[in-house]
């Protein structure tokens, strides 16, 4: 009954061939087609030669029965052997004749940096591409394709050429996802001459670039996954890094914060991080974390120094290490831009000149309503309209447009201003319009922690503060603007002053003017430090580190690239000069470095020798989450997407390159089938020798 399945499951590359079975007619017409002649011999007694002669014609016709079995049966085998018999392999696919074109794809992340019993992920996959590689033909062509998409993969190689390729792929920090990978081995692999086409994914399969499940893949392609799992996923690193104040200055005390994650099963119970600004360790902080969790660490320093200061933090964890050290980098000489609008009745000194000129953090451009200059308007931070008597068409306009830039709008009415022109300024603006004016004489309500506005300017808000006195406010109309926020009300509930977001700026709008007239808040002790946080949160965020292998977008203020000269993105050891390609804008310049970074560390931004910004770049974290699918898992993506041309082979010890063969064109039985074929002659030249 096995015998029978087994020719049940056996098939052909060249089924014609089996006309040539016919042959075995051969042999039988001379078996019995051949008479011979014999001579009587006569004797006196016969009986014993009848006896003899019986004897001899019965062993005759066993012999020849035996040698005509042994010539078909050797025919049958070589005619079999000549249509390639096979048993089709477990994932159905028929043996196909004629030169193959094999694509192989070695996931080379920092990610397969990990290891189980066999040695790093990385070397695994690197020894099971070569096994399938030998496993194939002279004759055959191979693409070896890493995560670093370099054109000299974007050819197909001998199999000696192949097999030197795999040997110099290194660890690399470029990360692809799975389905541009697919994609890009088949755009190359389809353009192959060769009648056979086939793709294996050599991967430790992480789930975050792993996209099997959202990827199209090209259903024409027969594609081999070969997922290498590690023993542990375990891997610390750290994730992130932020001050707690938007400004960083020289000789003041810093805190700031680092976000560090465990993407693995086992606690870390003692750990430690250091903390190096230019080049010497000023913190360190020690931190526990569970599994699959995060936790934050803060450092506590001083800056020391002036300008451009680059640090790191650093932890220790094996085996994936590339995550294990974060660079960042700040300027402590940062100003702040402000240009003041003073209306027709507003002094030439007051409150707010008072406050920016004896701050050297500030730089301070002044001007009057009758001749503004709009110039400023493309440079400055904060934009401070104080008390003007009307807001033109003209102004909203440049209102508007420096509003898409960002930074911060304060308004301060005039107690005599045009109210019509103020309103319809505000509405533009999506600000409470102005109403009737109250000459109530009230105080402020304690400043909300609610709020957030505030949040670290007090260490205790008492019962009995002394509060701001104001005698003459407007009542704001707010109608349809829900997203105005209130930051401080007069005792009486009405606003005083409160915010909205309106593009890409934060505008701030005053109930009363500034001025002993309508009160004593320009003169009280909550005037500074509404004003510093007002300007403080108006800077515009520079990233403390950016990501090598993408397209970064940087940017540089009040257009300090522009010139004849490019900007420069220049590694501090100059091992590396790039010009990035740059955009001006009316906020500065815009540079995108269009992934020719890939080395992490310390850069800056250089025109004609000057340093305008410090840089850090650091590898992308997407590649920490060390979480990778499993063969079950893969098997039910496969079927749930009803990837037929997919097929899915477990990494064992032992060489993959036959068990790709067998399910890649089934078992080939045409060597049995020629070793039969010999047998079965050798077994009749012993018949025809032995039996006489």
Request: glycine share 4%; charged share 20%.
């Amino acid at each position: 009954m096995a015998k029978f399945v087994f020719l049940e499951l056996m098939t052909f590359v060249h089924p014609l061939f089996l006309w040539a079975l016919l042959a075995v007619a051969v042999p039988v017409i001379i078996h019995l087609f051949n008479f011979r002649k014999y001579k009587k011999v006569y004797f006196t007694n016969v009986k014993f030669l009848k006896e003899l002669q019986e004897e001899s014609k019965s062993r005759s016709r066993l012999k020849e029965l035996l040698i005509l079995a042994c010539r078909c049966l050797a025919i049958s085998a070589l005619v079999l052997a000549f249509c390639q018999p096979f048993i089709p392999g477990k994932n159905g696919n028929a043996a196909q004749s004629g030169n193959n074109a094999i694509g192989l794809y070695i996931d080379n992340s920092f990610s397969t940096q990990n290891v189980n019993a066999q040695g790093p992920v990385f070397d695994i996959a690197k020894l099971r591409a070569k096994e399938v590689v030998k496993a194939y033909s002279s004759a055959d062509r191979f693409q070896i394709l890493s995560n670093d998409f370099e054109g000299r993969h974007q050819r197909l190689l001998t199999r000696e050429d192949a097999l030197n390729a795999i040997d110099e792929l290194k660890i690399s920090p470029a990360v692809r996802r799975l389905s541009d990978v697919l994609k890009r081995q088949t755009e190359f692999i389809s353009t192959a001459t060769a009648p056979n086409k086939r793709l294996f994914i050599f991967s430790d399969a992480q789930k975050s670039t792993f996209d099997l499940l959202t990827a199209k893949p090209d259903t024409g392609l027969r594609t081999c996954l070969v997922p290498i799992k590690a023993n542990e996923v375990n891997n610390v690193f750290i994730d992130s890094c932020w001050f707690e104040s938007p400004l960083q200055q020289k000789g003041f005390i810093q805190k700031l914060h680092a976000r560090l994650v465990n993407k693995g099963n086992s606690r870390l119970d003692i750990g430690s991080a250091k903390l190096f600004l230019n080049q010497q360790q000023v913190a360190l902080a020690s931190f526990s974390l569970d599994a699959n969790s995060n936790t934050e660490v803060k450092f506590t320093f001083e800056c020391k120094q002036s300008g451009f200061n680059f640090g790191s933090i650093k932890i220790e964890d094996y085996p994936v290490t590339f995550d294990d050290e974060l660079f960042f980098a700040f300027n402590s000489e940062v100003n702040v831009e402000v240009a003041l609008i003073n209306g027709k009745e507003v002094e030439a000194d007051n409150s707010f000149t008072a406050i920016f000129k004896i701050d050297s953090i500030f730089k301070l451009n002044v001007c009057k309503e009758q001749t503004i200059d709009y110039a400023l308007f493309k440079t400055c931070d904060v934009l401070v309209l104080n008390q003007l008597s009307d807001l033109s068409s003209g102004l909203l306009s440049e209102l508007i447009k420096f509003s898409n830039q960002g930074g911060a709008i304060v308004i301060i009415p005039s107690a005599q201003g045009n109210t019509d022109s103020y309103n319809n300024a505000l509405a533009a603006l999506k600000l409470p319009m102005l109403g009737i004016q109250d000459s109530s004489s009230l105080k402020t309500n304690k400043p909300d922690d609610a709020s957030g506005f505030y949040a670290g300017v007090f260490e205790k808000i008492e019962d009995r503060m002394n509060l701001p006195q104001i005698n003459k406010h407007y009542k704001f109309s707010k109608g349809n603007q829900l997203d105005f926020e209130s930051i401080l009300k007069l005792q009486n509930n009405d606003d005083f002053f409160g915010k909205t977001e309106f593009n890409n700026a934060t505008l701030y709008l005053f109930a009363s003017a500034l001025n002993d007239k309508s009160g004593n808040f320009s003169r009280h002790a909550l005037f500074v430090p509404t004003i510093y946080r007002i300007c403080f949160t108006a800077l515009k965020p520079i990233p403390l580190f950016y990501q090598t292998n993408t397209n970064q977008l940087v940017q540089l203020k009040n257009n300090a690239g522009a010139g004849e000269q490019p900007p420069h993105i220049v590694q501090l050891n100059n091992s590396i000069d790039l010009i990035p390609e740059t955009r001006l804008l009316n906020s500065g310049v815009q540079m995108f470095t269009r992934n020719q970074v890939n080395t992490p560390g310390f850069y800056e931004v250089r025109r004609n020798g000057a340093a305008l910004l410090p840089l850090a770049f650091n590898y992308s974290r997407r590649e920490s989450d060390l979480v990778g699918y499993t063969e079950t898992e893969l098997a039910a993506i496969i079927s749930e997407k009803g990837l037929k041309n997919f097929s899915l082979i477990e990494d064992t010890q032992a060489d993959i390159g036959k068990q790709v063969l067998q399910a890649d064109g089934g078992k080939k039985l045409w060597k049995l089938f020629i070793l039969l074929a010999l047998g079965f002659i050798i077994l009749e030249t012993a018949l025809l020798r032995l039996l006489k």
